[in-house]
């Protein structure tokens, strides 16, 4: 399955919603700015998560934004000041 990297911006007016959808946002990727992340996620991963802060958001009042970077696109980021990306983690699974 292919990983895809997107990058999640949210705007969401409730304390206890937005609490609840950085949450999951985090558990799923790194947070760069305070509504703000960068996620990767297999096509299975992102479609459960869609349906996921769907349930939490109110489309009505707040939004959340998916930008899916292609590699180039990534690799080519140009930070300022504080902001940088995370680093690259590599795990080892060991059976």
Avoid: N
Avoid at 38 to 64: C, G, H, N, P, Y
Wanted: glycine residues 4%; aromatic residues 8%.
């Amino acid at each position: 399955m292919t990983i895809m990297t997107l990058i999640a911006a949210y705007d969401v007016r409730d304390d206890d919603r937005r609490a609840h959808l950085a949450a999951m946002l985090q558990s799923l990727g790194d947070r760069i700015q305070k509504s703000v992340f960068v996620l990767m996620v297999d096509s299975d991963s992102f479609s459960e998560l869609r349906l996921r802060a769907r349930q939490i958001i109110d489309t009505d009042t707040d939004s959340l934004l998916f930008f899916r970077q292609c590699a180039t696109c990534w690799e080519s980021h140009v930070p300022l000041g504080q902001g940088h990306v995370p680093d690259e983690v590599t795990h080892w699974a060991v059976f």
